[in-house]
């Protein structure tokens, strides 16, 4: 089946077999891998992409269900090789250990701060709690969004004894 | 090395450093194992046994090898290797009988996923049930049936396991200390008690990859997502006999492993099925549902522990007995026990000791490593334990705890002697003792209960660990120099995740005396360029790869030195660097820039000297010893990294319902390397251990059919989930550790779970035994006591 999809500001036209989700269409028929798959059944957030607007797993989301949609996916999020506020912040607060979740988890954070500039600690809670990290236990990534927003207070760290 | 330099003095060392892989990972470019295609690569699935236990009568895969795109179809009938790491018991594909839910029977090489998975439910296979083994205990029964009847004839590493053939033991670890005969008589009160836990799963958000390319004449190349690239390498050339050198393991990025990468995985099936498809490369990547059943998870472990105590507070005497259940194949497992085995009383000292580990074949998936190599299973025990023991004889738990705490001049289980450098786990336990307001509520907590209704409860649990690795442990570091000056890093220890390039890039840094810009670290392993590391496991990279890396840096800079004292006519001894040029230190503007001699360094004439600069610095820890088979005694730790969980929890004493508020988490981590690193890996490890303490673990049906291989029914911790959490470093400099510094990547997820156990018991009087511990738990708990 024939479908037109806009994924980070540029247009798809492609031909996809019917049963194909968006998350390998997105793979496999358009070279972007950055998003991932880690569960393949709407549990852990690794695929998630901004879908009109909203984030959806990607795994879920039949490709042609994309049909003349627009679609954000992490490769959109660094303009012209410099990384966004978010990416950076990501970077600054080691809101990273393995990556594998990272994409996803960007996304989130991205259609958060689009609706909600000053997201509280459990706005922003709820916002990432679809996406799974088994590296960080996700303190640097709540602090990595409030860093964005101007709210975090004090820089948390390692206290010495 | 270089352990008592002064903080000042250092420039990156102990300081905040941004992850040297972040760019690469926040922008999706991080190219992992499954984001890889290769030219006429072939993608496989396997068919798996619906059986924990059964006879294989027979396998057609007529309809399966017709169905066009299909290349090729594998089962257990054609290949006759068994792989493992140190005892060998484990097909590539199941022969003859399975020995576990989800054990692969067949496998399928196709030209797509959809395509291998049709003829993957094109396969036929008859089976004869047969009753399984599902209770460790049980299975020592004599006349329990033998999950491997042949593991007599299997192969082990025969100086350091005794697996008992006829049996269902794959491993008895013994350890023996003192008279514990005399220890009991001398004790005041002996008390005895058995705690448990199940099988868990590792979870890294990426789940096994690996891509198997078998071209003629034996030569492999391997694409995976393993965490120990030359123990890929080597496994597979001893089970296939193939020299090393027509191996090549390459790893990209890796997400996530946790142990369970550790080892050797699905490489040698997407080999196989490449060697029958004609070399073609082909791709076996798990499915979540896979991860649980088909790779390895934790062992689940029994603990029965009996300690003699006396009026006083002083532990005189334990006797442990591990049966740890390692599911189906032990090849890991067995290590798990004799790690745990030589450190199973956590770290007290107890004079009189007697400790019998038992890794038991049992028909269900099998353990491995993971994340605290046992620790985190049995401090439930000893935790929960020392508790209890408190508790008896009317004593503070955690002034019960300083009393036995290893401390300078203690004795450990093996005989080891604790020295000032070894570590203070009493600092670390005062220090998360102050943190959470030990033995009393603040104000705030008491309007909290009056609010809520909700009791609240604290504890003080200590840990300790040390890397669980062969004695003769080795690793690499490789340096080397570019035109301009700048440095690319061949580290031969894998970055999982744990940011152990950023901190070893710090140490070369610092050592280079060169801004950290100018080095960077190859993320890629690769075992035909790099050196030799063994596993990324056991919290070993810091010492090791850190003292590497700092010899590879003297290296590097010799090699500079010795060409620069040419040009400069001096003597080596006289030269000093900015991390630019090379100077006379009595006369700095005589000088050459590293860039100048990096590649070789040219006269004016023409005429050349010198030539590539490549340091190389290779570390072997020493002094350590295999263990005495029959007493445990001996020298088996690089170092010992102590640690301290303060746990605040509120439960509801009417309905068990309960919250972990906060915790305090203190590691005596020898020197911060890195303060971001650092405390990455305590929360992360305190979140995992809470997941693990709270709702984790393996459910089966009485047929041994894994009931829960999802995210919905086998929950993990999420950003709604986590409670405050303190980090806190104690730094006690270990003689032989990089600038000082100790692994703290496991620590931080053992003994969390006993502090929630012994913070509910406080609150509320549950007496738990049972780990998770999940809010119905502590309602029967609960129940139990009225």
């Not at chain 1, 954070?109 to 689009?114: I, Y």
């Not at chain 2, 960077?520 to 690769?526: A, C, E, G, Q």
């Not at chain 2, 290779?618 to 263990?627: E, R, S």
């Not at chain 2, 018991?761 to 780990?771: F, H, K, P, Q, R």
């Amino acid at each position: 089946m024939l479908i037109k999809v806009n994924i980070n500001g540029k247009d798809y036209e492609k031909d996809v077999a019917p049963y194909k989700n968006l998350l390998y269409f997105l793979r496999e028929d358009c070279g972007l891998t950055g998003t991932k798959e880690g569960c393949g059944a709407g549990e852990c957030g690794a695929c998630t992409v901004i879908m009109n607007g909203k984030t959806v797993n990607s795994c879920l989301v039949l490709a042609v269900e994309a049909n003349g949609a627009k679609i954000e996916t992490i490769e959109g999020e660094a303009v012209n090789g410099k990384l966004s506020k978010i990416q950076e912040a990501f970077k600054k607060h080691h809101a990273v250990q393995c990556g594998f979740c990272t994409p996803g988890m960007i996304m989130s954070v991205k259609a958060l701060l689009r609706k909600n500039k000053k997201p509280k600690e459990e706005e922003i809670k709820e916002a990432i709690d679809g996406n799974l990290c088994r590296c960080t236990g996700y303190k640097q990534i709540i602090e990595a969004v409030q860093d964005i927003t101007g709210q975090l207070k004090k820089e948390e760290e390692i206290i010495y004894v | 090395m270089f352990e008592n330099v002064k903080k000042d003095e250092l420039k990156y060392v102990g300081k905040k450093v941004e992850r040297l892989d972040a760019d690469e990972k926040v922008t999706g470019s991080a190219l992992y194992t499954g984001d890889l295609v290769l030219p006429g690569m072939l993608y496989a699935k396997v068919k798996r046994s619906p059986y924990a236990r059964a006879k294989i009568v027979r396998i057609n895969t007529k309809k399966a090898e017709a169905l066009p795109g299909v290349h090729c179809v594998l089962t257990g009938a054609e290949l006759n290797y068994r792989v493992g790491l140190y005892l060998v018991d484990k097909y590539v594909l199941a022969k003859d009988v399975v020995r576990h839910f989800g054990e692969a029977v067949a496998a399928v090489a196709a030209e797509t996923p959809v395509i291998a998975q049709k003829a993957v439910d094109l396969i036929e296979v008859e089976y004869e049930e047969l009753e399984p083994v599902l209770d460790c205990v049980k299975a020592l029964d004599k006349n329990a049936p033998l999950v491997h009847p042949d593991l007599g004839t299997y192969e082990y590493v025969q100086a350091v396991f005794t697996p008992v053939p006829g049996t269902n033991i794959a491993n008895h670890t013994k350890l023996r200390k003192g008279d514990i005969e005399k220890g009991f008589k001398e004790a005041d009160f002996v008390f005895e008690r058995t705690y448990k836990n199940p099988n868990v799963q590792h979870v890294p958000m990426e789940t096994h990859v690996a891509i198997g390319q078998w071209l003629p004449n034996d030569k492999i190349n391997i694409w995976t997502s393993a965490q120990s690239p030359f123990t890929v390498r080597n496994l597979f050339a001893y089970s296939f006999k193939i020299p090393r050198n027509n191996i090549r393991v390459i790893v990209p990025y890796i997400g996530g492993g946790f142990g369970g990468k550790a080892g050797i995985g699905l490489e040698p099936l997407a080999c196989c099925l490449s060697r029958k498809a004609g070399g073609r490369p082909v791709k076996l990547q798990a499915t979540r549902e896979e991860e649980f059943s088909l790779l390895p998870c934790r062992s689940a472990l029994v603990y029965k522990i009996k300690t003699g105590v006396k009026k006083d507070g002083k532990i005189v005497a334990q006797q442990m007995t591990m049966y740890w259940d390692s599911g189906a194949y032990a090849d890991y497992a067995v290590n798990v026990t004799r790690a745990s085995g030589y450190s199973g009383a956590g770290p007290y000292e107890i004079p009189n000791a007697w400790l019998d580990a038992y890794t038991i074949y049992t028909n269900k998936p099998f353990g491995t490593a993971y994340r605290g190599f046992g620790h985190v299973e049995f401090s439930w025990g000893i935790e929960r334990n020392m508790d209890y023991v408190a508790k008896q004889i009317n004593m503070d738990p955690l002034k019960f705890r300083i009393i036995n705490a290893l401390k300078p001049g203690s004795i450990t289980l093996t005989g080891e002697h604790i020295t000032e450098n070894t570590g203070n786990v009493v600092k670390c336990m005062e220090a998360v003792a102050e943190k959470i307001n030990y033995g009393k509520l603040t104000a705030e907590e008491k309007q909290y209960e009056k609010r809520t209704g909700m009791k609240i409860g604290k504890s003080v649990v200590a840990l300790h660990k040390a890397p669980a690795m062969p004695p003769f442990t080795a690793t690499s570091v490789i340096l080397k120099m570019n035109e301009d000056g700048t440095v690319i890093a061949n580290i031969a220890l894998s970055e999982i995740g744990q940011g152990a390039y950023t901190a070893l890039a710090q140490i070369i840094a610092e050592q280079l005396k060169f801004p950290i810009e100018k080095v960077r670290v190859s993320i890629d392993s690769d075992t035909d360029k790099e050196g030799y590391d063994w596993q990324t496991v056991a919290s070993k990279g810091l010492i090791l790869s850190g003292n590497a890396a700092i010899l590879a840096a003297q290296d590097l800079l010799k090699k500079a030195y010795n060409v620069a004292a040419q040009i400069l006519r001096a003597n080596p001894v006289d030269l000093d660097n900015d991390g630019e040029k090379i100077f006379l230190k009595h006369h700095k503007d005589k000088c050459v820039y590293f860039s100048q001699i990096a590649v070789g360094y040219s006269y004016p004439d023409g005429n050349g000297i010198g030539g590539p600069l490549i340091g190389v610095g290779v570390y072997c820890a020493q002094g350590l010893t295999n263990l005495n088979k029959e007493t445990g005694q001996g020298l088996p730790a690089l170092d010992w990294t102590y640690g301290a969980h303060g746990v605040v929890v509120a439960v509801n004493s009417y309905t068990g319902e309960f919250e972990v508020l906060k915790i305090a988490s203190a590691f005596d981590v020898g020197r911060v390397i890195n303060p971001q690193c650092v405390r990455g890996q305590v929360v992360g490890g305190v979140v995992q251990g809470l997941g693990t303490a709270m709702c984790e673990g393996y459910i089966y049906d009485g047929k041994g059919k894994l009931l829960n291989p999802s995210f919905t029914d086998n929950k993990i911790f999420t950003s709604l989930d986590v409670p405050e959490i303190i980090g806190i470093a104690v730094e006690t400099p270990q003689i032989d550790g990089a600038y000082g510094a100790r692994g703290v990547g496991e620590h931080p997820m053992i003994a969390v779970c006993g502090g929630v156990g012994n913070a509910i018991e406080n609150a509320c009087g549950a007496d738990l035994t049972y780990m998770p511990i999940r809010q119905e738990d502590v309602w029967r708990a609960l129940q139990k006591k009225k």
